[in-house]
């Protein structure tokens, strides 16, 4: 019998086996890569996911019915350069609500264009862009989704 076919099978097995491990490997590798990024964003998202942003009425003393734009802040950390963009009429500029600073666990409170009165129902979200502590520029719109910017603190 010859031994030279079985150690080429040998040899051809060992080099599968080598290579198979290394994809192996490297296929894990990725994965946990992948895992780390995640944890990485979920952490990164962490303050800005306990922003949120809304428009709700109330009565004034005198029992005028006003509107307010409410910006909360339930994270441990302050947020900043808080910005409302406000929707405009056709033809009209748009405008947009600068706050500025909102300190953690703190709701801030301003006035609402009066024209929102006529069409308004019942509380809902409203656009909103901040900074987190860590100065990573975020967005949320009007139906809660929250994404991070591109645009960073200078």
């Known amino acids: 019998m010859d031994n030279g076919w079985v150690d080429t099978a040998a040899n051809v097995f060992n080099a599968v086996g080598t290579v198979g491990a290394f994809g192996t490997g490297f ?4 994965r946990e890569h992948r ?40 994270s441990d950390m302050p947020i900043y350069e808080v910005e409302l963009p406000l929707p405009a009429p056709a033809g009209e500029e748009s405008r947009t609500e600068f706050i500025g600073l909102v300190p953690p666990s703190q709701t801030v409170r301003r006035p609402a264009p009066r024209e929102w009165l006529r069409s308004y129902v019942e509380p809902e979200p409203v656009e909103i862009e901040f900074l987190d502590s860590a100065g990573r520029h975020w967005n949320r719109d009007e139906q809660g989704k929250l994404v991070r910017s591109r645009r960073s603190a200078t």
């Open 27 to 30: 296929v894990l590798l990725r």
């Open 35 to 74: 895992r780390e990024a995640d944890r990485e964003e979920e952490a990164h998202r962490a303050q800005a996911a306990r922003v949120s942003a809304w428009v709700e009425a109330y009565r004034r003393p005198d029992g005028a019915r006003e509107l307010d734009l409410h910006v909360h802040n339930a």
